[in-house]
């Protein structure tokens, strides 16, 4: 499966954006879709996941209450929706495919497949 990851821009402080992970190739059926992110000189870190068969999404508790994770399974694509915009949030976003069973949907180590990244800008 090739994933591609859409929707970055530059936004203002407080302001929304809806990143898109589109599946082609084949459906996205794998274990859980899962998004992270990268600022500039930091490690890639956890953002949230979304399982395919079911149970709770996963958010870091750093976005929780802003962002959202959704999926059309018509479309093979998986959305993250991310409201109330900080500086922090600046960074290269990633969508990943955990094909397998998930230990940790945190490790980006389960993943399996990645996109290319969209880059979101938030200024003040």
């Known amino acids: 499966v090739q994933l591609q990851a859409s929707g970055g821009g530059s936004v203002q402080v407080g302001g929304s954006l809806t990143l898109s992970c589109a599946a082609s190739?084949?459906?996205?059926?794998?274990?859980?879709v899962g998004w992270f992110r990268q600022a500039p000189g930091k490690e890639r870190v956890f953002v949230g996941t979304?399982?395919?068969?079911?149970?709770?999404?996963e958010y870091a508790d750093s976005v929780k209450g802003r962002f959202t994770i959704s999926r059309d399974n018509a479309k093979d694509t998986v959305y993250l929706q991310m409201n109330s915009l900080k500086e922090e949030d600046t960074a290269v976003y990633y969508c990943a495919e955990a094909s397998g069973i998930v230990a940790d949907f945190k490790d980006g180590r389960e993943y399996t497949y990645w996109g290319q990244g969209t880059q979101v800008t938030v200024s003040s």
């Open positions: 979304s399982r395919w068969l079911g149970g709770p999404t």
């Open positions: 190739g084949r459906a996205l059926i794998g274990f859980a």
